[in-house]
């Protein structure tokens, strides 16, 4: 997939690239500086192209929101697991102190960013039919990736915003919807599963390690949308746990075929850029240094305040690091936990320059998404580039999805069930699980989620879809409502169930309103 982030990333003046390599028919069509959307869409290397460029647009997600700061944060900090060992950004500040508002800089990029890739998607499947001569299975399968990555643009936003702008056609300031209102959250569900329906039917490989989508990112997506729809605030119930646990199980049985090629493997393999697409990857967000590298790697390296650096890549500010609290849950109640074993999923040490002599660091540090060979390992210097790409979806994700709904779905865990949530806890050196009633399953199979999941953009919507949280003092689970943050000392409340819809939005538009509750006019 690296190819396509270079050709998609020369430009996106109509959410394609413009210079696409082997294409010599195209270019004597036409001057390429006249190209339109109603020019362009002409040859099938223009299908792929508005394809890449929804790809690409996806990165928003690790856009800059101001010093020290990027959107992903926005997904963490309010889960009272995060913490911040610089105080420079306000906008993330507030967040991690449960007083943000529209005015906040995440929420306002993470809404346009969204929409951004949705605008892409629509018109890819609004011009790619048009496309003759083309290969009519080339054609489906590009439609289905741009029908996937719209209904994954609009299932962050109806998480977040809940009733929100449902947007499927191109739009132009001629359109009759260009000011739009917003439409209730069960549409806005529809069509993601609708989207995802058209994906999972278009002839799609199970796997690609280009990183372009395939059938297990497509079918886990869809299990954990019918999970979500389970919970709050749509609580559909039985029948759609039962949904999500048989698209997840297909996953899974397909999985066990020896040549899939799709395992949990190693912690190691999740942050090596080796496995980039691979392995347990089923989709990942995109990077290549040459166009835009991996933006995690500064902001979770330790503060430049450190005596010694850690990396070939210089200094860190360490704007996103565990708290506390959250960090020692992991072995106060199972001791064995290898995940905050020193470099697997957290660090406490490193090696000066990366490459040097160890040193001791002073305090725990996020390590999940440390690229190695852009920082450094004893003996090897780093590359000082980072073509890591940001996780996703996982195999993890699919064999917990199916724990959890299918005991929800029948009352109690089977064997698959088990199996599913050992597997995740035998690799973290934990004791297998057996005997557990119905109520005590699902626990377990939350807290592995909290722990498992944890800094990949994931805890905060299961706390909302639940309206639970993981209390890491007894490792129970408070109501939603009322639980204290320890990294804030605030409770939650039942206006942060939704983020406000961003202030500059709905100046824009004023058929977005009325704000979300509790977050004024």
């Not at 997600?61 to 911040?84: C, K, V, W, Y």
């Not at 299990?223 to 297909?250: I, Q």
């Not at 090629?261 to 290549?288: M, P, R």
């Not at 005590?440 to 999941?453: G, M």
Request: proline letters at 5%; hydrophobic letters at 35%; aromatic letters at 12%.
């Amino acid at each position: 997939m690296k190819n396509y982030i270079k050709k998609s990333a020369l430009s996106i003046l109509i959410g394609s690239s413009l210079f696409m390599t082997g294409c010599s028919n195209f270019l004597d069509e036409q001057d390429p500086s006249n190209l339109s959307p109603d020019s362009y869409y002409t040859i099938p290397e223009h299908a792929d192209a508005a394809v890449y460029a929804a790809y690409a647009r996806a990165r928003f997600i690790g856009s800059g929101a101001g010093i020290f700061s990027a959107n992903f944060q926005m997904l963490d900090a309010p889960t009272g697991t995060a913490a911040t060992a610089t105080s420079q950004n306000s906008d993330l500040n507030n967040l991690l102190g449960l007083v943000y508002d529209g005015d906040n800089l995440h929420v306002r990029q993470f809404w346009t960013g969204a929409y951004r890739v949705i605008a892409q998607a629509n018109l890819a499947l609004e011009k790619i039919p048009g496309i003759n001569p083309m290969d009519e299975a080339q054609k489906k399968r590009t439609l289905g990736e741009a029908a996937f990555m719209r209904a994954w643009s609009y299932f962050y936003i109806v998480r977040l915003w809940g009733s929100a702008p449902l947007i499927t056609k191109p739009q132009t300031p001629e359109s009759p919807d260009f000011y739009p209102t917003r439409t209730s959250i069960d549409s806005v569900y529809n069509q993601i599963v609708a989207d995802l329906k058209m994906a999972e039917e278009s002839g799609l490989p199970w796997t690609d390690a280009s990183g372009r989508v395939g059938l297990a990112a497509i079918k886990t997506e869809l299990a954990k949308v019918y999970l979500t729809m389970a919970g709050y605030p749509l609580s559909k119930g039985k029948e759609y746990y039962k949904l999500a646990a048989d698209k997840a199980k297909e996953v899974i049985d397909y999985a066990a075929g020896a040549a899939s090629g799709i395992a949990l493997g190693t912690y190691d393999q999740l942050h090596d850029v080796n496995t980039n697409n691979k392995v347990e990857h089923l989709f990942q967000v995109q990077y290549l240094a040459d166009i835009e590298q991996n933006p995690m790697q500064s902001l979770m390296l330790p503060n430049n305040s450190l005596a010694k650096n850690i990396s070939a890549m210089g200094s860190g500010v360490g704007s996103s690091i565990p708290t506390s609290s959250f960090y020692n849950s992991y072995k106060k109640f199972e001791p064995t936990d290898k995940r905050t074993d020193d470099r697997q999923f957290f660090f406490t040490s490193y090696f000066v320059d990366g490459k040097g002599d160890p040193f001791t660091l002073d305090r725990p540090y996020i390590f999940k998404h440390f690229d190695v060979a852009a920082h450094g390992k004893p003996g090897t210097a780093g590359t000082g580039r980072s073509n890591l790409n940001i996780m996703n979806i996982r195999f993890a994700e699919t064999l917990l999805i199916y724990a959890e709904a299918q005991n929800q779905a029948d009352d109690n865990p089977n064997t698959a069930a088990y199996d599913a949530l050992n597997r995740v806890r035998t690799r973290a050196n934990l004791p297998i699980l057996s005997g557990l009633t119905k109520t005590t399953f699902e626990e377990a199979v939350w807290r592995e989620r909290w722990h498992e999941f944890s800094y990949e953009g994931i805890t905060w919507f299961d706390m909302v879809r639940l309206r639970k949280v993981y209390n890491e003092d007894n490792n129970g689970f408070d109501n939603f409502e009322g639980h204290v943050n320890k990294n804030s000392g605030k409770a939650l409340e039942a206006k942060h169930l939704l983020f406000p819809l961003p202030i500059q939005e709905i100046r824009n538009n004023p058929n977005l309103r009325p704000q979300n509750d509790g977050y004024g006019s």
